[in-house]
């Protein structure tokens, strides 16, 4: 195999949140990757993600189903890029499952909110240092995603993501 | 690893072209993946790939440089997105090398011309079954590649790889 990409962020375009967590990798790869799991944590309340489906391959789906405290419901699909356990998720809006280029009006400019999310999970002590990566089409879209609170967003998220594997690992 | 994705072809999307040919898929993966190579058949003669960069592995990039007998070039850039060696290769330019999803003006409904290609390889006996797939974001997009002659394109640059494999052999 040839040496893994690394993502270096273009500051311009990419968002980048990173964290130390109190929980080690290989629970925070499940929390990713096991839909039951995705359902409970992947959206700050009080909004919900009320449906989940997970091709876990490159090539395979990434579905969610946010929805809002009014009852609206937002479904998303991705198509996975790369899946190593335990150390990185790659997906991207821009294809959808099995590769197929989005149809999705967002490819137009001005409308875009196309971008790939990598995930990178390293052991640190007995947690983890984990880094999200959302790398945009262009700088409009990644001005917007940080205006809809990106950084907050990813955070609130992060932290259902612990108090979910620490409440689990209690049972 | 879980089981590799298996793409179905959608007759109104997309278009398949495979071949049996009789050099075996080792060489056939070394014309596809060794810049060198790739400029010698990628392009049907008058035609000519007047370079090409090749980072081979899922991110990558895959740059190429046509010349129209003219002498106008075009460049195109693709993002690998499998990379199984001697038995599968794919990207798309739909992404930028890094996965960024593309910028270019094609990704607006009208003007698409956005793919991705899977190009896959068995043994066949001595040789391979050559399949090569392009997965267009619209019926528009494969109707466009069609038409433009997609079956004879790759057929001709095929023969040009068989025929480059089978002289390099004879070195």
């Not at 925070?28 to 989940?52: R, S």
């Not at 009852?71 to 590769?99: D, H, I, M, R, S």
């Not at 001005?143 to 990813?154: K, L, Q, S, V």
Request: proline letters at 8%.
């Amino acid at each position: 195999m040839t040496r893994p990409l690394i993502h270096v962020p273009n500051p311009a375009f990419d968002l980048v949140f990173d964290r130390i967590v109190d929980v080690p990798k290989e629970l925070v790869w499940k929390a990713w990757t096991i839909p039951e799991q995705v359902k409970q944590w992947f959206t700050p309340a009080p909004w919900k993600t009320v449906d989940c489906e997970i091709d876990l391959r490159p090539g395979g789906a990434f579905r969610t189903t946010m929805e809002s405290p009014e009852g609206k419901q937002f479904p998303n699909v991705g198509c996975y890029l790369e899946v190593v356990e335990n150390e990185k998720l790659a997906w991207t809006n821009a294809l959808e499952p099995g590769y197929r280029p989005t149809t999705s009006l967002a490819a137009c400019p001005g409308e875009e909110f196309l971008f790939t999310a990598v995930i990178s999970l390293e052991a640190h002590g007995s947690g983890t240092k984990y880094t999200a990566m959302a790398i945009h089409q262009t700088q409009a879209g990644r001005a917007r995603h940080e205006a809809m609170g990106f950084r907050d967003g990813w955070g609130a998220a992060l932290d259902q993501l612990v108090a979910m594997v620490k409440a689990r690992r209690q049972l």
